[in-house]
């Protein structure tokens, strides 16, 4: 404020006038630094007389003027950001974006899903109570072998398969065109739906009465010979077969079959009266089968309702229903999916005949018809005569099927049916819609939709344990496990084609195609690692990896990567994954962007789990692929890559120590350190590893080269690698005040960011002692602190998420957020500020880093308004004569600056804050006599 601005204001009293030409000196106060203030201090009056001529003071005088600058200037330089050092041209890391991605990787790889609560030594099966199911067929590498489909399996499929939508659409198509190339991703019901298909299109057509009229056709022929075939009639299949060929399209040198190929397959199929149905996985070699006249996505089937089906079918076997007994292949056998008379027969809306025939067409057609040809009924599920399996009751039906089914069953006593003793069909269901509801079961499965053997898999567990068979540990352990076998599905043998020789068509490609076969997996790996990253972060990192597996499979090729075959889709397809709208960190700001996760939450840790425990060979490439992503100048990449690296450190701390941890720990970046602290403190977040993560820490804070005591310290300001907050203090002081104080930057940088935690108290109470230490160097660590305090927003150290009274306030300094959210600490907060301002070498920047929050009140962009937090620690900082002379100097100093001047409205309010009205008044009257 310029003096005549002052003097003009007759409603508001004029502030204390203060010197311009520089800071006026303060009186001492509680927790000012002794040594100091004797040294800054005017010579005493009664001091001796100097014996010196004037030239020789004054000489003396600019020398320690000098001095104090040089003093100045270095602690000005240690209130440097550590984070910028030796970045080059990449800048430096972004700390807010940096904590806010480890918050989001720690959030998709939760320590609670480190341990598996089943036995994996024999994957092929789970085990769990009186619960055995094979898994064979979830094996994406097992292939079909030539020959007729069981007539027990053609019943089954009729009977127990779960139309996806727009199945009575391929269904129209495959009897149009006697062939259609079926895509999807591997799991979800495609080859289930493809056999429905052709079982009711033969049964229909010329084929109905042979016993063998679907038949699996030899992968490893391909469509040229399964149409030679047809067309020759060798074999002896009768007319009116049906065919089904999954292609194996991912061995490295084969091609998918051209459109010449499958015309010539549909007119021999035609001239036999005959169907195909071709098996796709969906993905760049298979895009231009099922972009063409032939080809035709297959939707997985509704989970909710392939859970309730399965799991009705589960409790009616245990209460003897035809569907499990005897009854179920007799000619009379009840599917348990509507009701019937006397005979076995449904009735008109079922959709079956008195010989078990299905017409699928009657009742479904019409609907298919009315609704766009998607055979929906009106209540959003497919039809097939109202079989009730789409609520979402666990399978009660809409004219109250299971009531009669309950009805039918309740006299009988249901066989270790559940606590109650009640075995009836219709309070079970209820019971299990209610635990399949269950939040800790929910949790503990993981995924967001399961596919059909997955939902058989819960279907049993949830109806073991409601026969009393499994207990609840069991129930969970096997919900977990569904997601540890998808990814066993996802690397099992993957690369087991490349042994296998290429197929001697002529039509070889030349370059190899470990690429092509690795893209998938690797896209897989990077969505464990980067989940919750843009899109493009995550194509990025997978293409990487892809080149570190194909080198490390095929050293003697170079990897060839087709640069106009990625197919976005297909990634989501195959890796269960889901794109959502998002914002991304760039240069500070926060942008939308497009993000991609899992399909459910359990997946990020199991695919790190089957990589590290499963295959060792595979940890060579993945480790040069961390460290190339520790590179990376996001923050969205190389947090996320921090976190996994110490996820996977957990699961082998010896390897994760030795290849990760300590290189990068030893690197001259500092982005290299943060990623190797982050991961100590991943793997200190698991109590199995926590003193082991300590030990490292210490032995680096004592005995570590500078690289390394620099990577402790960071990994210090994360709260968990010391056994309390005193003995992290502790550290900290010996890191920041050894070697002249070389890592005091660091070290206060972190003693900053364990104010965010509960016990921010302490920390406080220990800068105040560090205050009035004897050690100048614990006085620098203790003032440049407090400044640092002052300059540091809540977003660049905060671990809490918004809706926390700190995570609120992420764009204010972390000095105002702590007096406005903890006002018992404000008392605190102000005295140790007020010592930085009052101490010759930190007095500079103290102002400076005043001034910063007295601007943050009124930010361009409008984002901070801190007037509570200015209106806590204003008053308490001012409480003195001296000190308000400084706040006015100040405000002046800010007034006149060319570049930023603050306007005189926002000065008047920012000095009504810090002096309250009473005391205004007082001092008026004062002034006046």
């Not at 000489?59 to 440097?80: C, L, M, V």
């Not at 027990?152 to 127990?160: H, N, S, V």
């Not at 819960?458 to 919900?479: D, I, N, P, Q």
């Not at 290299?672 to 030990?695: C, E, N, P, Y």
Request: glycine fraction near 12%; include cysteine.
């Amino acid at each position: 404020m310029a003096d005549e601005a002052v003097a003009a204001r007759p409603a508001e009293p004029a502030a204390p006038k203060a010197k311009e030409a520089r800071s006026p000196e303060a009186p001492p106060r509680g927790g000012g630094r002794g040594d100091d203030r004797a040294k800054d201090a005017p010579e005493r009056p009664d001091a001796p007389e100097p014996t010196d001529t004037s030239d020789s003071a004054d000489d003396e005088a600019g020398e320690r003027e000098k001095e104090r600058e040089r003093a100045a200037d270095r602690f000005k330089d240690r209130t440097r950001d550590p984070l910028t050092e030796e970045e080059g041209e990449e800048g430096p890391t972004d700390a807010a974006a940096a904590a806010r991605a480890r918050r989001e990787g720690q959030k998709l790889l939760s320590s609670n899903r480190d341990l598996i609560g089943f036995d994996r030594s024999d994957i092929g099966q789970v085990h769990i109570g009186d619960i055995n199911v094979r898994l064979d067929a979830l094996r994406s590498g097992l292939l079909m072998r030539d020959g007729p489909v069981p007539a027990e399996e053609l019943l089954r499929i009729r009977r127990t398969h779960i139309e996806p939508d727009g199945y009575v659409r391929l269904r129209r198509a495959l009897e149009a065109r006697r062939l259609l190339v079926l895509g999807g991703a591997p799991g979800t019901g495609r080859a289930s739906t493809a056999l429905a298909l052709l079982e009711e299109v033969t049964r229909a057509g010329e084929g109905r009465e042979n016993s063998e009229r679907v038949r699996r056709a030899d992968p490893a022929r391909g469509v040229r010979e399964l149409a030679t075939q047809v067309a020759g009639g060798t074999g002896g299949h009768p007319r009116g077969t049906g065919y089904l060929l999954e292609p194996a399209l991912d061995r490295p040198g084969t091609l998918p079959p051209d459109g010449m190929d499958l015309d010539q397959l549909a007119s021999a199929l035609a001239e036999q009266g005959s169907y195909a149905v071709v098996v796709v996985s969906v993905g760049s070699a298979a895009n231009p089968l099922l972009a063409g006249r032939y080809g035709a996505i297959c939707p997985p089937a509704p989970t909710r309702e392939l859970v309730a089906v399965r799991l009705r079918q589960r409790l009616e076997e245990e209460h003897g229903d035809p569907v499990g007994g005897g009854g179920a292949g007799g000619p009379g056998g009840g599917d348990g999916r509507g009701p019937r008379d006397g005979d076995g027969s449904r009735d008109a809306g079922g959709g079956r005949d008195r010989n078990g025939g299905a017409h699928r067409d009657r009742g479904r057609d019409e609907h298919a018809d009315r609704d766009g040809g998607e055979g929906r009924d009106r209540d959003g599920g497919p039809d097939g005569g109202g079989d009730g399996r789409r609520d979402g009751d666990g399978g009660r039906g809409r004219d109250g099927r299971a009531g009669r089914d309950g009805g039918r069953s309740g006299d009988r006593p249901g066989r270790g049916a559940g606590p109650d003793g009640d075995g009836s069909l219709s309070l079970l269901l209820e019971r299990a819609a209610e635990l399949r509801e269950d939040p800790e079961v929910t949790e503990a499965v993981g995924l967001d939709d399961l596919r059909p053997a997955e939902a058989e898999l819960f279907a049993s567990l949830l109806a073991g344990h409601l026969r009393g068979t499994v207990s609840r540990a069991e129930l969970l352990s096997g919900c977990r496990g569904l997601a540890a076998v998808q990814a066993y599905e996802w690397f099992a043998g993957v690369d087991r084609a490349l042994a296998a020789p290429p197929p001697g068509d002529g039509r070889t490609p030349v370059r190899s195609g470990t690429a092509a076969l690795f893209h998938p997996v690797a896209f897989r790996i990077a969505l464990a690692v980067l989940g919750g990253a843009s899109h493009s972060a995550v194509s990025a990192a997978a293409h990487l990896l892809t080149w570190e597996l194909s080198v490390q499979s095929d050293p003697d090729s170079t990897p060839a990567r087709p640069l106009f075959c990625d197919d976005p889709e297909a990634d989501l397809a195959l890796s269960r994954a889901r794109p959502a709208d998002g914002v991304v960190d760039v240069a500070g700001s926060e942008v939308t962007g497009r993000l991609i996760f899992y399909r459910g939450s359990a997946l990020p840790a199991a695919v790190l789990a089957e990589l590290w425990d499963r295959h060792f060979p595979v940890r060579a490439p993945v480790v040069r692929w961390l460290r190339l992503l520790a590179d990376d100048p996001r923050p969205q990449v190389s947090m996320r890559a921090a976190v996994a690296a110490g996820e996977l450190s957990v699961r082998d701390f010896e390897h994760g120590y030795a290849e990760l941890i300590r290189p990068l720990a030893e690197a001259p970046t500092p982005r290299r350190r943060i990623f190797a602290a982050t991961a100590l403190d991943q793997a200190a977040g698991h109590a199995s590893h926590r003193r082991a993560v300590r030990k490292v820490v210490d032995n680096w804070s004592l005995h570590g080269t500078p690289a390394q005591r620099w990577t402790a310290a960071m990994a210090l300001g994360y709260g968990r690698c010391a056994d309390s907050m005193d003995d992290t203090l502790d550290t900290l002081a010996e890191i920041g005040v050894r070697d002249d104080g070389e890592q005091l930057a660091v070290a206060s940088l972190n003693v900053v960011r364990l104010l965010t935690l509960p016990e921010c108290a302490t920390v406080l109470r220990r800068l105040a002692a560090w205050t009035g230490h004897r050690r100048e160097e614990y006085q620098d660590l203790a003032l440049v602190s407090i400044v640092r305090l002052a300059l540091t927003d809540v977003d660049e150290v905060l671990d809490d998420e918004p809706g926390t009274p700190l995570g609120d306030r992420g764009d204010w300094p972390l000095l105002l957020a702590l007096a406005a959210t903890r006002p018992e600490l404000t008392g605190k907060l102000a005295d140790l500020f007020w010592t930085a301002l009052n101490t010759a070498r930190s007095r500079d920047v103290a102002l400076d880093a005043l001034e910063t929050l007295l601007r943050s009140a009124s930010r361009k962009d409008g984002r901070a308004w801190t007037r509570e937090g200015l209106a806590a620690l204003l008053p308490a900082l001012t409480a003195e004569e001296q000190d308000r002379r400084r706040l006015d100097w100040l405000l002046r100093r800010m007034m006149r600056d060319q570049d930023r001047p603050l306007a005189e409205e926002r000065a008047r309010a920012l000095w009504r804050l810090a002096v309250p009205a009473r005391q205004r008044r007082s001092e008026e009257e004062e002034s006046h006599g």
